[in-house]
């Protein structure tokens, strides 16, 4: 853990406490931080997966047991859908 001294903008503070849902200003802050960083892995793995190309072709009769899945909007509903 590193101990700073910062200013803050109070109303940029305040703002991320109500969306999410902190009390204090370190647990507001951290939480920020953290949700900064996991988007961040998100996107590099996003990227990451861009790179790959899926054969979703033959989804639905693939699943043992009649189960099967139909993958071949999986790619469009996931860019369509937002963002969080």
Not at 36 to 56: G, S, W
């Amino acid at each position: 853990m590193t101990r700073i001294s910062v200013d803050v903008n109070d109303e940029w503070l305040d703002a991320a406490r109500a969306e999410l849902g902190t009390d204090s200003k370190v647990e507001t802050i951290n939480a920020a931080l953290h949700e900064f960083a996991r988007r961040q892995r998100a996107r590099a793995l996003i990227a990451t997966l861009d790179d790959v190309e899926l054969d979703t072709s033959g989804s639905a009769d693939a699943w043992r047991y009649g189960g099967g899945r139909d993958l071949s909007k999986l790619e469009e509903d996931a860019r369509e859908a937002p963002s969080a």
